[in-house]
């Protein structure tokens, strides 16, 4: 099984900087991309940022210039610099990766749980 665990979600003033992170576990033998959605209540959910196995990025217009995707391939872990935040950011942040588990061939995408971002205007 795989895990994913976000931190570092919360509450800040509009202007300000928040840096979320995720943290995936199990029986990893690679992980492919890594992504962040946020979601607002009756809305679908969206691609934020994404990061490459190769270390390219793909971010959403909105989040353009203020946002930045990192990861850590040793560590199995991702994370997202949010800054200028903006209560249009306001959302549940959801980190996810596509990844191959030890022993089976093909890929599949999993989800952290979800963490909470609140941007105070």
């Known amino acids: 099984q795989v895990q994913l665990v976000e931190s570092g979600g919360g509450l800040v003033q509009a202007g300000g900087s928040l840096r979320l992170s995720c943290a995936a576990s199990g029986s990893i033998l690679t992980i492919n991309n890594m992504a962040w959605y946020r979601q607002t209540p009756g809305k679908q959910r969206d691609l934020v940022a994404a990061?490459?196995?190769?270390?390219?990025?793909h971010y959403a217009d909105s989040v353009k210039g203020r946002f930045t995707v990192s990861r850590d391939n040793a560590k199995n872990s991702w994370t997202l610099q949010m800054n200028s935040l903006k209560p249009e950011d306001t959302a549940v942040y959801y980190c996810t990766a596509v990844l191959q588990q030890t022993g089976m061939n093909s890929l599949t995408t999993w989800w952290g749980q979800g963490t909470q971002v609140t941007v105070a205007s």
């Open positions: 990061i490459a196995s190769g270390g390219s990025t």
